[in-house]
């Protein structure tokens, strides 16, 4: 089937946690896909951005909205104006509106939305389930065929509800909760919502109706935090439930020991009052479930914290990476607790001296900084029961992968240009540091970066007392290696020209 020949489907929110990764999934399944964004710049940093249409709209700009679903097949409706302050719920209506009103007129074949799940005959719906309910009626009755999904909580790095969880319970190990901590929901794989996503592209017309989505597994948001807790490698958490405490108050709260803002933490709270388990399944009758049945909650939670585990957990490049992975585009607090120690400095030698610098560090030749600082750490962890820095160097030149450094371990290794290492000193956490050469207007700069993720509540503190030393230390290791790479520079025959 030619390019042309293919079916094209319409996402909105393409900018967002579901839509960024519903994109690679549709191109995967062999659909071409058109993304509408107010700011299309904005999708640039995608892996997927050379391989898709992009139209510049916002749904509530009913002219450009319909020059955007011109020649569309499946339309995906997965932009909510929640978090954006007071009224959201009416722009959402009108946003609605226009999206199904310009969908008949372009004659779409079908209108794919992603709600939230509402509980049977509860009427005291917060405002948010209570606007996504809208959206959905809307949409259904717009004279266009339309699946409306809906969800509980979302398992998936980025997702708001999973990062509120993940802050709380990896912050406080004695936590104050309001009632909705009993309150039981139907969590929900993100992988498994994307499936069902593109399952619903081929839906027959004839299906216009709600479907509900969710894992197999039913449980509290109190038993959610002390699974996740067992699963991250956390204490026991210590529950403490408040009865008075009111989800506005609940939400600045959450605001304080998170990094959610406060206009998304405030409906995602008042929503957790609300159970939500899913009524039916009747999905199954028109979208097979994923290969190997829903992924249970335990199974999603590892998937969203593997890359817990390496120093770049933030930042993958690959079009392929799995949808629990974090994505480049998600907000600036999702993806869990990582510090960072940035420093670079310009260096009057040639790159491939620098780099002799950086990979006969450690061992006889010392750290480059406070040295006695350096011996007391490793003092210190041979005393608590870790390896110390006895253990040196295999060999004072070069490095490869897998070897030792003192109390750290060669994880990544570019020759001429980067070295990575992992802390395996006793620590609150997981640390990384990160050594690299770069040529920047003709100049050589020495780039240093150190990387902490945090274990608990410890290892916050952890991080914050020992701040004040990093000038002393870091800082005082981009100099030292910078004195080090130039003295070199001097000793060496001047076959090479480089900048001063």
Same mark, same amino acid.
């Given at each position: 089937m030619s390019g042309e020949d293919r079916e094209l489907c319409l996402v909105t929110g393409a900018t967002g946690y579901i839509g960024g990764r519903l994109v690679p999934e549709l191109l995967g399944a062999g659909y071409r896909v058109r993304c509408l964004a107010r700011s299309p710049e904005r999708l640039r940093a995608r892996p997927w951005f050379g391989r898709v249409e992009v139209a510049r709209a916002d749904v509530l700009d009913a002219v450009a909205v319909r020059t955007a679903l011109e020649g569309v097949s499946v339309a995906y409706y997965l932009v909510h104006a929640l978090g954006s302050g007071p009224g959201f719920a009416e722009r959402d209506r009108r946003a609605a509106r226009i999206f199904g009103e310009a969908a008949l007129e372009a004659g779409v074949g079908r209108?794919?939305?992603?709600?939230?799940?509402?509980?049977?005959?509860?009427?005291?719906?917060?405002?948010?389930l209570r606007s996504r309910a809208?959206?959905?009626?809307?949409?259904?009755?717009?004279?266009?065929?339309?699946?409306?999904?809906?969800?509980?909580v979302v398992l998936g790095a980025g997702s708001a509800s999973f990062e509120m969880m993940r802050y709380l319970t990896e912050r406080l190990p004695v936590m104050v909760t309001p009632r909705w901590v009993r309150t039981r929901t139907q969590p929900?794989?993100?992988?498994?919502?994307?499936?069902?996503?593109?399952?619903?592209?081929?839906?027959?017309?004839?299906v216009n109706r709600t479907f509900d989505i969710g894992g197999p597994d039913v449980l509290t948001y109190e038993e959610m935090m002390r699974r996740y807790a067992a699963l991250a490698g956390l204490p026991r958490r210590v529950v403490v439930r408040v009865p008075i405490l009111t989800a506005h108050l609940s939400s600045l709260w959450v605001g304080l020991v998170t990094p959610v803002p406060g206009g998304l933490a405030r409906p995602l709270v008042e929503s957790q009052s609300n159970e939500v388990v899913c009524r039916?399944?009747?999905?199954r009758r028109f979208v097979p479930d994923p290969p190997g049945g829903p992924t249970g909650f335990d199974d999603a939670m590892?998937?969203?914290?593997?890359?817990?585990?390496?120093?770049e957990a933030t930042t993958p490049d690959s079009a392929a990476a799995p949808p629990s992975d974090p994505s480049p585009a998600d907000p600036a607090w999702a993806g869990g607790t990582r510090y960072t120690d940035v420093r670079e400095s310009p260096v009057a030698a040639p790159p491939d001296v620098l780099w002799r610098v950086?990979?006969?560090? #450690?061992?006889?030749?010392?750290?480059?900084?406070?040295?006695?600082?350096?011996? &007391?750490? =490793? *003092?210190?962890? $041979?005393? !608590?029961g870790g390896v110390g820095s006895r253990r040196g160097r295999r060999d004072p030149h070069r490095l490869r992968v897998g070897d030792t450094v003192d109390f750290w371990r060669v994880e990544k290794l570019v020759p001429g240009v980067s070295l990575r290492l992992r802390a395996e000193m006793r620590l609150p956490g997981l640390a990384w540091l990160e050594?690299?050469?770069?040529?920047?207007?003709?100049?050589?700069?020495?780039?240093?970066?150190?990387?902490?993720?945090?274990?608990?509540?410890? #290892?916050?503190?952890?991080w914050w007392a020992?701040?004040?030393?990093?000038?002393? &230390?870091? =800082? *005082?290791?981009? $100099?030292? !290696?910078?004195?080090?790479?130039?003295?070199?520079?001097?000793?060496?025959?001047?076959?090479?020209?480089?900048?001063?």
């Open positions: 209108i794919v939305y992603l709600g939230g799940l509402v509980p049977a005959g509860d009427g005291d719906l917060s405002e948010h809208e959206v959905g009626a809307i949409l259904l009755a717009s004279g266009v065929p339309t699946a409306v999904l809906r969800a509980g929900i794989a993100v992988r498994d919502v994307l499936w069902y996503l593109v399952g619903c592209a081929a839906l027959p017309p004839s039916e399944h009747d999905i590892r998937l969203a914290l593997r890359r817990a585990h390496e120093a950086i990979e006969g560090i #450690g061992g006889d030749a010392g750290w480059y900084s406070w040295r006695t600082a350096w011996a &007391v750490r =490793g *003092g210190i962890d $041979r005393l !608590v050594l690299g050469v770069e040529e920047r207007g003709g100049r050589t700069w020495f780039r240093q970066r150190a990387v902490f993720r945090p274990h608990g509540l410890f #290892g916050h503190l952890y020992i701040r004040p030393c990093h000038e002393i &230390v870091f =800082g *005082g290791m981009v $100099r030292g !290696v910078r004195r080090a790479a130039e003295r070199a520079a001097t000793r060496a025959p001047r076959s090479a020209t480089y900048a001063r």
